[in-house]
């Protein structure tokens, strides 16, 4: 995306940021950027209809050997590494863009993989995949975070409002994916046999041969002491070619709405730009281990690991351990769907009304939210008679789920606005590491120790986000009295700590605002 044209200063000892090409704008740029806004969530929202959908099923599906669950497992484990080494490098050489393209496009084996389950044919697949997603994602996240800088200086508006309400409106579209994956699933499924419903006697109560095996369901679930219970058998093969075809499509679609319609990210190639450099590709991909020397990324990585336990949570056991166990597979789209929408208007909601009630009040929000849906899970026994009690749960995890997804998505964005790339390439490292410590114990625990693990990784994150704005709010003090300084009273120590700051982006200077 080139608005308007470039200007470049050539004065004989200037300042780095004089001899940067300008990226030259007009007032009405800010409608193109609200279309490319819409172009990638719209992108993502068809890309994940066919993951979040296929991924829900893989616990129950595949449950064998539990494979679904490997398969996931292998997914977030090459996504670690992934995010070490790949992101950077990727969008240097292909450029937001196009790296968003390529990696979409690595998706497409693991659902093609449906059509054949075995872990020969699962587990390359799926390391395909995690590959790919890092830098899937911090791209998006750069571009989203850059076209926020760009909107809230063209819209004198504040930098970090402006990520994060963008940021819930990426989120509200890629949240409802799991509305048309989990309704594809659903429709599909529920039209076979195995969507038949359960018998019930004249008195309204579920025969005791229908669910005989009720009280193994819930927190005392044990993967390995399931076997006879037959609403967790595997569907008919052709329902399942049948979602799967329809998934695949949606992949191909995602990459071709990216490839037409997305415009290239502002500046991103101009001249004495960070991302113009030329740099080594050691250097490259050492910026994520370079993210991880700051004190606020390392206080961030456990609420961020919670987030990847909290998703791998409701994806992969309460859809096995509650929903398929009490209900039966055919009923996972339908709960899961109202996980999806009550996330999606969260997370635009949360996201706009961040500026009025301020960040913390919505993340201590989440915290208590998830806090009691895990306390609760606890001492719940899942029953096919009250099945509003599933949905109610599941829309309960997409509140706090949304919080997590915009809040701390906003913070990155904001505390680290100077290297995006590994920021948020730390972002989807220790997001990751949860969904594999998650699926890695999948199979080994039962759901009880899960949730008491998943509520105390929750306490700890949350004392480490605390700490985070503590140092914030001490930081932004020392800042403003430093920028109060005169520049020649300033020390060299002053200087360097104001030119050091993660939140000062160059192409904040270098933007220039033109009137029509």
């Given at each position: 995306m080139h608005g308007g044209g470039v200007d470049t200063d050539k004065h004989n000892g200037a300042d780095s940021a004089s001899l940067r090409e300008k990226v030259q704008l007009?007032?009405?740029?800010?409608?193109?950027?609200?279309?490319?806004?819409?172009?990638?969530?719209?992108?993502?929202?068809?890309?994940?209809?066919?993951?979040q959908g296929t991924a829900n099923l893989q616990s129950s599906i595949n449950a064998k050997d539990g494979l679904g669950t490997v398969s996931l497992a292998t997914i977030y484990a090459a996504l670690v590494?992934?995010?070490?080494?790949?992101?950077?490098?990727?969008?240097?050489?292909?450029?937001?863009?196009?790296?968003?393209?390529?990696?979409?496009l690595c998706y497409a084996?693991?659902?093609?993989?449906?059509?054949?389950?075995?872990?020969?044919?699962?587990?390359?697949?799926?390391?395909?995949?995690?590959?790919?997603?890092?830098?899937?994602?911090?791209?998006?996240?750069?571009?989203?975070?850059?076209?926020?800088?760009?909107?809230?200086?063209?819209?004198?508006?504040?930098?970090?409002?402006?990520?994060?309400?963008?940021?819930?409106?990426?989120?509200?579209?890629?949240?409802?994916?799991?509305?048309?994956?989990?309704l594809i699933s659903s429709l599909v499924l529920s039209s076979g046999a195995h969507g038949a419903a359960p018998t019930v006697d004249e008195n309204g109560t579920v025969s005791h041969h229908d669910y005989a095996n009720l009280d193994s369901c819930g927190a005392n679930f044990c993967v390995d002491q399931t076997s006879d219970n037959a609403n967790l058998q595997r569907p008919p093969d052709s329902e399942i070619f049948e979602i799967s075809a329809i998934y695949l499509s949606c992949i191909i679609a995602a990459v071709v709405i990216i490839a037409l319609f997305l415009d290239p990210l502002y500046g991103e190639r101009r001249r004495g730009s960070i991302s113009a450099t030329e740099i080594s590709g050691m250097q490259l991909l050492s910026a994520t281990f370079?993210?991880?020397?700051?004190?606020?990324?390392?206080?961030?990585?456990?609420?961020?690991?919670?987030?990847?336990?909290?998703?791998?949570?409701i994806g992969a056991d309460f859809t096995q351990a509650y929903v398929s166990c009490a209900l039966g597979i055919h009923q996972i789209g339908y709960v899961m769907i109202c996980f999806g929408v009550v996330n999606a208007i969260c997370s635009i909601v949360f996201g706009s009304a961040m500026k009025y009630i301020g960040r913390v009040a919505i993340i201590i929000l989440g915290a208590i939210v998830h806090g009691g849906c895990i306390i609760y899970l606890l001492y719940?026994?899942?029953?096919?008679?009250?099945?509003?009690?599933f949905f109610i749960?599941?829309?309960?995890?997409?509140?706090?789920?949304?919080?997590?997804?915009t809040q701390i998505n906003g913070i990155y964005g904001a505390l680290f606005r100077r290297n995006k790339e590994a920021a948020f390439s730390n972002y989807r490292l220790w997001e990751s590491v949860g969904f594999v410590i998650a699926y890695a114990y999948s199979t080994q625990l039962c759901?009880?120790?899960?949730?008491?693990?998943?509520?105390?990784?929750?306490?700890?994150?949350?004392?480490?986000y605390a700490i985070v704005e503590i140092r914030q709010l001490k930081k932004e003090k020392r800042m403003k009295k430093l920028e109060d300084i005169p520049k020649?009273?300033?020390?060299?120590?002053?200087?360097?700590?104001?030119?050091?700051?993660?939140?000062k982006d160059e192409l904040e200077e270098d933007i220039v605002v033109t009137h029509l």
């Open positions: 007009r007032r009405g740029e800010k409608w193109r950027i609200l279309k490319n806004i819409i172009t990638v969530s719209f992108a993502f929202m068809v890309q994940f209809t066919a993951f590494v992934s995010c070490i080494f790949l992101p950077t490098l990727v969008i240097r050489k292909l450029t937001v863009k196009w790296t968003l393209c390529f990696s979409m084996p693991y659902i093609a993989s449906q059509f054949y389950p075995e872990f020969y044919t699962l587990v390359p697949a799926g390391i395909l995949l995690g590959m790919g997603a890092a830098p899937m994602w911090a791209s998006k996240a750069t571009y989203l975070t850059q076209l926020g800088q760009v909107y809230a200086k063209l819209t004198d508006q504040s930098i970090e409002a402006i990520i994060v309400r963008f940021f819930g409106f990426f989120f509200l579209a890629w949240q409802t994916a799991e509305l048309w994956g989990n370079k993210q991880l020397k700051k004190a606020n990324q390392q206080l961030l990585i456990l609420i961020t690991v919670f987030i990847g336990m909290e998703q791998a949570f719940w026994r899942p029953h096919p008679e009250h099945p509003l009690v749960l599941s829309g309960l995890w997409g509140i706090g789920d949304a919080v997590w997804q759901a009880r120790m899960k949730l008491y693990l998943l509520f105390g990784v929750l306490i700890c994150g949350m004392i480490g020649q009273q300033q020390t060299d120590a002053d200087r360097k700590a104001i030119e050091d700051d993660d939140e």
